[in-house]
């Protein structure tokens, strides 16, 4: 079933008795005290190599433009702050504020700012990262909370990314009511496009810019700033 079917799905059993669709579920994202955990073993861990090498490669890297920040030019450097602060928005202010906890309301240009922002973080795209923040809070540090701290300090922050989810996990983001961000055109297009939104808006633009406006060399372009 594709996303725009379970999203009609979806708006279909919420309809009420004389057709009228009713208001979005309050709470959708409070934590759910019925929520037990299986008794028994745990599911073993599945690593994910294909993660584990991306994120060793971009954390290399990181590392290594440390050391290339001071063969690059002032403009560069300002840059590399401002790309930093528009992709903390497209995180802070999109992903997390307005799509998983709908703090507020976006006109259309806010929302598309913050979608292109939010691909230039690189941090999973904005539906899978506002369920899984809604599925966090509903069932926070438990077996179905996508970063458990109890599983440890390095899971909580980065081993998550690394190892297949807990069934658990899967099962309670399935049935999440995700309906607002099926029904946001924003967020479906970035999901659809995710891949090459990224190559634009974290890798190709923060490089080119330095490159072609001010003669910043590609090397170190792309080190300090991606």
């Known amino acids: 079933m594709t996303e725009a079917e379970a999203l009609e799905n979806k708006q279909q059993q919420r309809k009420s008795s004389n057709g009228d669709v009713l208001p979005e579920s309050a709470g ?6 019925t929520y037990k955990e299986k008794e028994g073993p745990k599911p073993p861990r599945i690593i994910v190599w294909k993660n584990v ?10 590392f290594y433009g440390v050391f290339v920040v001071p063969s690059a030019s002032r403009l560069t450097l300002l840059w ?8 903390a928005l497209g995180v802070t202010a999109g992903a997390h504020r307005l799509w998983s906890h709908r703090s507020y309301k976006a006109t259309l240009p806010l929302k598309i700012f913050l979608g292109v922002a939010n691909s230039m973080a690189f941090q999973n795209d904005i539906f899978e990262w506002a369920r899984d ?20 300090f390095f899971f909580a922050h980065i081993g998550w990314l690394l190892v297949r989810k807990h069934p658990d996990v899967i099962e309670k ?6 309906t607002d961000l099926l029904a946001d055109k924003v967020v479906m297009f970035q999901r ?7 190559l634009v808006m974290c890798f190709f633009i923060p490089t080119i810019v330095p490159w072609y ?3 910043e060399s590609l090397w170190v372009a792309y080190f300090v700033r991606s």
Request: proline letters at 2%; glycine letters at 6%.
């Open 28 to 33: 959708e994202d409070a934590f759910d005290h």
């Open 53 to 62: 090498i991306l994120m060793t490669l971009l954390h290399i890297g990181a």
């Open 80 to 87: 590399s702050v401002l790309c930093f602060l528009i992709s």
């Open 133 to 152: 923040h809604r599925v966090h809070h509903k069932y926070s540090e438990t077996d179905a909370d996508p970063h458990n701290a109890v599983r440890g």
């Open 173 to 178: 983001g399935r049935k999440l009511e995700l």
């Open 192 to 198: 659809k496009h995710y891949k090459l939104s990224v």
């Open 213 to 215: 406006l001010w003669g």
